[in-house]
Nanobody, 124 residues
Framework: QVQLVESGGGLVQAGGSLRLSCAAS????????MGWFRQAPGKEREFVAA????????FYADSVKGRFTISRDNAKNTVYLQMNSLKPEDTAVYYC?????????????????WGQGTQVTVSS
């Protein structure tokens, strides 16, 4: 089992930026496709972004395209989510996730390991 710890959440005004980080417990970053999800109060968890094992491929939910950027540093065993032009509707708990299967093996919203989440609040 992979332990994932998110950080970087906080309170920001609309139009601002935040950078989330997700650190894995062991240096196996290149072995996992990584993703970010979020869950707003009263809503289901939704997919935000995914990145392939080496970072060569990324995929984003339509709601965040052009505003969010997922990246990874396998040497640091860390995945990032740069969030720009934040909107109040981006307010949610953001979760980091890892999956054992490869990029093209199954839906990119199917993951095996999850972090505890970090709160992002965007004020209007």
């Amino acid at each position: 089992q992979v332990q994932l710890v998110e950080s970087g959440g906080g309170l920001v005004q609309a139009g601002g930026s935040l950078r989330l980080s997700c650190a894995a417990s062991r240096r196996t970053g290149s072995n996992y496709v990584m993703g970010w999800f979020r869950q707003a109060p009263g809503k289901e968890r939704e997919f935000v972004a995914a990145i392939s094992r080496t970072g060569g491929m990324t995929f984003y939910a339509d709601s965040v395209k052009g505003r969010f950027t997922i990246s990874r540093d396998n040497a640091k065993n860390t995945v990032y989510l740069q969030m720009n032009s934040l909107k109040p509707e981006d307010t949610a708990v953001y979760y980091c996730a890892a999956r054992r299967r490869s990029w093209n093996d199954g839906p990119l919203y199917d993951y095996d390991y999850w972090g505890q989440g970090t709160q992002v609040t965007v004020s209007s």
